[in-house]
């Protein structure tokens, strides 16, 4: 909230971070970087100020815990959902060393995680939790492991929970105590 407040004289974030990579006055850059550090951390995210993007992304749930590497570059025109990582991998002797480098007009799905040196080409579709640790050429989709129905025609009861040593269920909003004996006796003999 306060950020939010302190960052509304700059018109928006995104200028502030402008304003971080233009400002050449040590000290101005300093407390501008700190602001806008500040204002990132209020969303629990961590795009770096000096992270080069080619013109400013589209963020459809805001810029929430979102982490982008200083080193990484993004081009134009991108869609970036919440629970995205596009980070570097820093380990010296890594093949995958550096960061990544995104085209233009890329859509990047909730939580997909883009790490390392790796290219993904323009109007690229990235899915929901993808892992990218490889390039990506240009005008592709790329997912991560398909979902797997693991069991099937088998009904799941999910209402029972262990709570401090006592067996309880949710309805009507509240936690309520089981007491149908029948119930106790199997949830005991499975637990
Ligand atoms: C609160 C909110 O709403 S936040 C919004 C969250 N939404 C998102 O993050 C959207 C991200 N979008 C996706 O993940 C999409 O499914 C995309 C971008 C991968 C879809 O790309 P499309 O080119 O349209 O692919 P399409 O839907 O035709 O599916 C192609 C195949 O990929 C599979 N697939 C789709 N999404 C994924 C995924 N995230 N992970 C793994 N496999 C996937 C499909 O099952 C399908 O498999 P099949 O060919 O074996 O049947």
């Not at 010296?92 to 859509?107: E, F, Q, T």
């Not at 490889?134 to 209402?159: C, G, H, L, Y």
């Not at 909003?173 to 149908?180: I, K, L, S």
């Amino acid at each position: 909230m306060l950020a939010r407040l302190l960052v509304a004289p700059f018109g928006s974030a995104w200028k502030l971070k402008e304003r971080c990579v233009t400002t050449r006055r040590p000290f101005v850059k300093k407390v501008l970087v700190n602001l806008y550090g500040l204002y990132q951390y209020e969303n629990n995210s961590s795009i770096a100020w000096n992270a080069q993007f080619a013109g400013e992304p589209f963020f459809p749930h805001g810029p929430k815990s979102i982490f982008i590497s200083g080193g990484a570059k993004i081009g134009k025109n991108c869609v970036i959902f919440q629970q995205v990582t596009i980070g570097s991998n820093t380990l010296a002797d890594s093949k995958g060393a550096g960061a990544p480098v995104i085209g233009d007009n890329c859509y990047i799905g909730a939580g997909a995680k883009i790490v390392g040196n790796v290219r993904v080409g323009d109007n690229v579709r990235v899915g929901a939790n993808a892992l990218v640790y490889k390039d990506v050429p240009a005008n592709s989709v790329v997912v991560s492991s398909p979902s797997e129905i693991i069991q099937r025609e088998t009904p799941q009861d999910n209402r029972f929970y262990s709570f401090q040593g006592r067996w309880v269920y949710w309805e009507d909003a509240r936690w309520n105590p089981v007491t149908d004996d029948g119930v106790l006796a199997r949830l005991n003999k499975q637990f």
